[in-house]
């Protein structure tokens, strides 16, 4: 079996969490999944390269191995539901499409759950529960920023097309409120893309289950629009758009390593 996740450890107070871009399936999984479902079309596609130069500016960064179809990694392991209307769980059983995940009759039962939850979310949780308490210890504070993105229209999950740059502080729950405005600030003074604060995405469970300002961890989420980086179908990396998305990027990340609490 893969690893369940790769991990670089920083040299400064903030983590970079890349949950979805995963896209290893276990075969036992993946010979029960519908055929559009294998071609992983709800994936956070290339997340991981997009953020990888994030180690050099000496941000911490895990990256999850294994799709969320699998396991979702930014949901609570008792599947509550974190927002209002159509959505995917802990072990999704549609697509972001409405489209069935699974072959007839192959859904996972609630002992697969229980396993999966074991060998799959626990460990990424663990790890960052882990690495943030020690980036705490050195340097009094830690900052965890969870990156994603998102097809640009998805009818099921939200209406018409989706902002470019989805900014989540769970409505300003999960971070210093100065750090939110610091880092929203230059997430959005370019101009040159579409933002938002705490819309349709404000924060998965990493954000509000990791995000405790008042104990000196702030937690935030950036959704993407894929079209930003990429093109969205087939799913294919567009260097171009990509270097043009890394500079507003460099300066988001700027702003977050240039913060500090008072």
Not at 55 to 71: E, P
Not at 188 to 203: A, E, H, I, L
Not at 212 to 238: F, G, R, T, W
Request: negative net charge; aromatic residues 10%.
């Amino acid at each position: 079996m893969d690893p369940v996740y790769s991990f670089q450890r920083g040299t400064s107070p903030l983590l970079v969490s890349i949950p979805h871009a995963g896209t290893s399936v276990p075969e036992a999984i993946g010979k029960r999944l519908t055929i559009k479902a294998l071609q992983l079309p709800d994936t956070d596609w290339f997340v991981d390269r997009l953020y990888q130069w994030v180690v050099d500016q000496g941000a911490g960064l895990l990256v999850a191995n294994y799709s969320r179809y699998v396991i979702d990694l930014n949901r609570p392991p008792d599947n509550a539901a974190l927002y209002a209307g159509p959505g995917t769980g802990l072990l999704p059983e549609c697509l972001f499409d409405g489209g069935p995940l699974y072959r007839p009759g192959a859904e996972p039962s609630e002992e697969e759950t229980a396993q999966r939850l074991s060998e799959f979310w626990q460990p990424y949780h663990q790890k960052l529960a882990t690495e943030l308490q020690w980036i705490k210890a050195q340097f009094g504070y830690a900052i965890l920023l969870d990156a994603h993105s998102i097809r640009s229209e998805v009818p099921m999950l939200f209406e018409g097309r989706l902002p470019d740059l989805n900014f989540g502080s769970n409505a300003g729950a999960s971070a210093d409120s100065r750090l939110i405005s610091a880092s929203f600030s230059a997430l959005s003074k370019n101009g040159r893309y579409t933002t938002v604060r705490d819309g349709r995405f404000k924060g998965g469970f990493i954000t509000r289950n990791y995000g405790k300002p008042q104990e000196n961890i702030h937690a935030l989420q950036l959704e993407m629009a894929q079209s930003v980086y990429m093109c969205e179908e087939p799913p294919k990396y567009d260097q171009a758009l990509a270097d043009q998305a890394e500079v507003v990027l460099r300066g988001f990340i700027s702003a977050l390593l240039g913060w500090s609490p008072a």
